[in-house]
């Protein structure tokens, strides 16, 4: 039974960083992706960025260069490090996981994810 748990949410005022984290367990795929999604009420959920298990990362156009995806594998914990916190940056970012090393812009689509996390607000304000 997969579980994803996020953390590292919270206010922050822009130009601001944030570290989110997702603590993974019960994952045993030696392939995998895993990526950071958020969602703002009334959009549909976006994908932030994505590593896979041989630690190539895929980020949305809009966001690389101020957010880092990184992965601890001996403490089974995916992290997103963003800076330079924009207003239009507040939503609920979820973590997601799958079995299959998902590449490119598809790492970045929701539906292809098997798991998900319950979400962590971020608001910049």
């Known amino acids: 039974h997969v579980q994803l748990v996020e953390s590292g949410g919270g206010l922050v005022q822009p130009g601001g960083s944030l570290r989110l984290s997702c603590a993974a367990s019960g994952y045993t795929y030696s392939r995998y992706c895993m990526g950071w999604f958020r969602q703002v009420p009334g959009k549909e959920r976006g994908g932030v960025a994505s590593?896979?298990?041989?630690?190539?990362?895929t980020y949305a156009d809009s966001l690389q260069g101020r957010f880092t995806i990184s992965k601890d594998n001996a403490k089974n914990t995916l992290f997103l490090q963003m800076n330079s916190l924009k207003p239009e940056d507040s939503a609920m970012y979820y973590c997601?996981?799958?079995?299959?090393?998902?590449?490119?812009?598809?790492?970045?689509?929701?539906?292809?994810?098997?798991?998900w996390g319950q979400g962590t607000q971020v608001t910049v304000s």
């Open positions: 997601a996981a799958d079995g299959r090393a998902l590449r490119g812009v598809w790492s970045l689509v929701e539906h292809a994810y098997s798991y």
């Open positions: 590593v896979i298990s041989d630690g190539a990362t």
